[in-house]
């Protein structure tokens, strides 16, 4: 299951997944294609996603829903602490919330005033866990800045990569389709026609074999071509011989790009499996 169809199934964003996926929560399958990871979710995986979501709704952090799930021995005990941790805080709250009621709210003009109305309730409370023991690799503003600027560099990346790859092979696909529309005219050939035209069709939504079908046809259109070549210039037909090599340099560069080009490859695969 393709990351899209999990956000359906599950409706979580992508982001959330990829940080239960990068916290160890959830471990879908990972192949490598052309230099880069792709994750194939199970219905399994997906049952976990939900389970987790459900957990993280109810407060549990995510250290608890490892635990648990590493430990199962345990559950009891997280349990335990995970409702006297719920009590506390439901107390906690309930009484800022009593000590707000009783503050006029133009007295509150700063977060001094603000401290200083709650002295008597914040001096009974401990810090957060995260402000006694900070993961500076998680929670600094900065990097976090800095991780979202990334992120969306590789958005910005993987959609000019997209982008780049669909150009290739709409334009590979249409001039097929109108070198087979040219040779039509010549021999009214329909069955070719109707052939290279569902070809070009099949290649521009993903279909893989159809990619190195015309990979491969393209790199024996360079071989036979130039043959022709040799052949029109014994014979001194220039315009032929023009023609030959505009075909020679197509071919040449659309099979290199149907066979190397990480851009094509991105698109195609975008394209078959959404």
Known sequence: M????????TGLTERTIRYYVEEGLVSPEV??????????????????????????????????????QLQPERIGEILSAYKLKLANDAKAKAAIVEALNGIAPGELRDVASIASK???MSEKLPLPQRDINPNFGKFETGTKAEREQEYSRFVERQAKQFKRGKVIVYTIAILNIAMALFSFILSFNILTLIVQVVL??????????????????AAMAVFLSVQLLVMSVSEGLIGFIIYTL??????????FLLFKSEAVSEFLYAQKNG
């Open 31 to 68: 192949s490598v294609r052309n230099g880069r990871e792709y994750r194939e979710y199970s219905a399994k995986d997906v049952e976990e996603l939900n389970t987790i979501a459900g957990l993280r709704k109810l407060f549990f952090t995510i250290d608890e829903i490892k635990d648990m």
């Open 2 to 9: 393709k990351m899209k169809e999990v956000c359906k199934h």
């Open 200 to 217: 070009a069709v099949c290649l521009i939504v993903g279909v893989t074999w159809v990619r190195y079908l015309f990979a491969v046809g």
């Open 246 to 255: 505009c075909l020679i340099v197509y071919s040449g560069i659309s099979s």
């Open 118 to 120: 709650l002295k008597d």
